[in-house]
């Protein structure tokens, strides 16, 4: 790069001060913590250094920039190694060095890496340890990556309520009772096969990816709420809460995970399914209020849906839109 600023190699050790960036471009509405950033960049097994580089001031060696990209490096469930895409997971610069092309700069760069792996789409976000699921309203990215070459598209939403008052409706008392056969309770030490059998069958790909990563990295499978029938898990919801080992999207950017107008107590929820054959009955909303009895009950009094277009399905138990992104990709 010419005036001043030059790329470099991805450096673990400088993490902090890319976490500064970031907080100090889009840490209003995003605070992003060291733990999370190192879980979605260094600890997910589809990171690779080669993927990321970091802007820095020539004189000074200042970090004032970052981006990420990634490509399958394991099977994601049945979805393979996905050889269609590659994904930009973020693109930071700090506002002080913005429109001198340094982010333009660094989304070429990690275009690049992606087109040396044979990968003809670039896709914005959305990656298995993702920051965002698309591009974010709130950061004002889109002209940036339309100027690109990027095209926009669709929505996504992160949805939130709080539970400080909640109460269970009367339509999913009835549906409860109505299924007697049927108990939807946090899944305890040794259903972990079950639910695994369960995935397999009805969402073999992302999901079930996505919960064997938690389950392998150490978390609990009392933080699956299952629906049971006859001994067999049917349906799941995988929830987070304030002392999950993990930080899933729902509580990222909450202050135990953290965002703006969340407190300490802040839980979520994300992916949740139930098996084909008992759709219809009700048992979807069951599920979600279990889930919201249950996270209540540890304490947490905010709660977020993260990466749904599912407006009605959740409206009907109080959740409205708290962030919105839209889908991007280019062919490279």
């Given amino acids: 790069m010419t005036g001043g600023i030059e790329l470099r190699p991805f450096d673990a050790g400088r993490i902090g001060e890319v976490v500064g960036v970031w907080n100090a471009a889009a840490g209003q509405a995003f605070p992003l913590r060291e733990a999370l950033f190192r879980q979605n960049t260094v600890l997910d097994p ?6 990321a580089r970091l802007a820095t001031e020539a004189l000074t060696g200042r970090v004032i920039g970052c ?43 990690a275009e690049a890496f992606l087109s040396a792996r044979t990968r003809p789409k670039a896709v914005l976000g959305g990656d298995p340890a993702h920051f965002f699921p698309g591009v974010p309203d709130e950061t004002g990215a889109a002209a940036f990556f339309e100027a690109g070459g990027y095209t926009l598209r669709g929505e996504a939403y992160d949805l939130h309520r709080s539970l400080r008052e909640y109460r269970t409706p009367e339509m999913v008392t009835a549906a409860l009772a109505q299924n007697p056969d049927v108990e939807i309770r946090p899944l305890a030490a040794g259903e972990a096969r079950a639910l695994d059998r369960f995935l397999e069958a009805s969402f073999p790909g992302r999901w079930r990816y996505t919960m064997s990563r938690f389950l392998a990295g150490g978390g609990a499978v009392r933080d699956v709420m299952g629906v049971v029938q006859h001994g067999a898990v049917r349906g799941f919801a995988m929830l987070f809460h304030p002392g999950s080992r993990w930080i899933g999207p729902s509580i990222a950017w909450t202050s135990s995970g953290g965002g703006r107008g969340d407190d300490a107590a802040a839980g979520g929820l994300g992916p949740m399914g139930v098996a084909p054959e008992l759709r219809g009955r009700g048992l979807g909303r069951v599920l979600l209020d279990r889930a919201i009895v249950h996270l209540a009950a540890l304490g947490v009094q905010e709660m977020v849906i993260d990466w749904t277009i599912l407006l009605d399905f959740y409206g009907q138990l109080g959740f409205v839109p708290r962030r919105r992104y839209q889908h991007g990709e280019r062919t490279l």
Avoid: N, Q
Avoid at 46 to 51: I, L
Avoid at 93 to 109: C, E, F, K, M, Q
């Fill in 46 to 51: 589809h990171f690779d250094p080669a993927g």
């Fill in 67 to 109: 981006c990420v990209a990634k490509v399958a490096r394991e099977p994601i469930g049945a979805d393979g190694l996905l050889p269609d895409r590659g994904w930009i997971s973020l693109v930071a610069v700090h506002p002080d060095y913005r429109r001198r092309g340094v982010g333009t700069s660094l989304l070429r760069a």
